[in-house]
């Protein structure tokens, strides 16, 4: 049966590997079956200072790579989040029905915050998950395909519909986090115990990373004592976060990629961790070259937002009636 797909990426930096096989990847899988949503995420964007420029570049990228990686316009709706003002006028509606504690206790605001003095902390950064949810329930996604970290916050989003909905019926439709087996969590290549993070760029890939620089990237990546080619998180991060990207980029498990290699040293799985990201790469960042600089981004984006527009205002229409708003039309 066809359903509904949202997901997003927020232009907070250079897209990362981890973006990419954590999200970017199983988009496009999604638009022959289903009515899929991708946008960007531009509002969630200032929730960390950005200069002007710097956003209006990474936003272009995204929409660069969205359509580099096979997401056909034709198919998929894909928009920028503040060209639909249907998305800000529901999380003005839904910021009431999560509460302070619950944000308090998200692992990705926890995180960052500690990084950050108290006083610097803006209140949309604390409430990002609330926008987060009406982008999800704004096109009544039932699918929502994301990577490990993102876990959380749909997680709370379902706990806004079951509450929402006991409360004035069935008007918000039950999104379901998809998460890939391999690949879901990519870990930095110079600390394998944090996650790859393109707005923490510390041994990260970068998707506009050179070739060459890619190359060099993952053959000075930490590795574990030992020499063992095995998938064990917990005392050889270093080497299971190589054979997490090789087995995501291959389309095959861990135990697969362990045997394959059970024989190899360290270095030459490091050379072939590299070039399969390179061969997986190369022509992905061909395609991106080819869109970057052409009209077909703001056309994508013109439509995106109309299709968008289109049903996102029919759900707010509904949410609005429910709670009590007078609707007149
Ligand atoms: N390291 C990762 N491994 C696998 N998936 C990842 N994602 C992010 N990092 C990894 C997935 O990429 C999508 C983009 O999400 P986002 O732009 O909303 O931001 P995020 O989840 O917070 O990702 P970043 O790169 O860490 O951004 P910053 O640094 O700005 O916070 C999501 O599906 C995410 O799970």
């Known amino acids: 049966m066809k359903k509904r797909v949202l997901s997003g990426i927020k232009p907070t930096g250079n ?6 096989l954590g999200a970017l ?17 531009d509002l969630h964007a200032l929730t960390l200072p950005i200069e002007p420029e710097v956003l209006r570049k990474l936003t272009r990228d995204i929409v660069a790579f969205y359509l580099a990686s096979n997401l056909d316009p034709s198919k998929t709706t894909i928009f920028l989040q503040s060209q639909v003002s249907e ?25 960052l915050s500690l990084k950050m003095k108290q006083s610097a902390i803006g209140l949309g950064l604390f409430a990002y998950p609330v926008l987060m949810a009406s ?30 909905n006991k409360r004035y019926g069935n008007i918000l439709v039950m999104p379901e986090p998809v998460i890939s087996k391999v ?18 760029p510390k041994g990260d890939v970068f998707l506009l990373d050179d070739l060459k620089v890619i190359e060099k990237k993952i053959m000075a990546a930490v590795t574990d004592s030992g020499s063992e080619i095995k998938y064990d998180v917990k005392n050889k991060p270093g080497i299971s976060n190589l054979i997490s990207i090789y ?3 291959e389309n095959i498990t861990t135990k697969d990629v362990e045997e394959k290699f059970k024989n190899s040293q360290y270095g ?21 070259e080819e869109i970057i600089n052409s ?17 996102a205002k029919q759900t707010l229409s509904r949410v609005q009636k429910a709670v009590g708003l007078l609707h007149v039309e």
Not at 295 to 311: M, R, W
């Open 135 to 164: 982008d999800i329930l704004l096109y009544d996604a039932q699918i929502v395909p994301v990577g490990e970290d993102q876990k959380q916050h749909v997680e709370l989003t379902r706990d806004l519909v079951d509450r929402f």
């Open 15 to 20: 897209l990362t590997l981890g973006n990419y």
């Open 268 to 288: 030459e799985f490091k050379k072939a961790v590299a070039m399969c990201v390179i061969n997986e790469l190369g022509p992905f960042k061909k395609r991106y």
């Open 25 to 41: 990847k199983h988009f496009a899988k999604y638009q022959d079956e289903h009515e899929v949503f991708i946008f960007i995420a």
């Open 183 to 200: 690949g879901a969590r990519i870990m930095s290549l110079s600390n394998p115990l944090q996650k790859m993070s393109k707005s923490d």
């Open 87 to 111: 998305h800000s006028e529901l999380n003005a509606i839904l910021q009431n029905y999560l509460y302070m504690g619950e944000l308090n206790r998200m692992t990705q605001f926890k995180d």
């Open 295 to 311: 009209s077909l981004i703001e056309e994508t984006l013109a439509e995106g937002a109309l299709k968008a527009k289109k049903i």
């Open 247 to 249: 087995a995501s980029i």
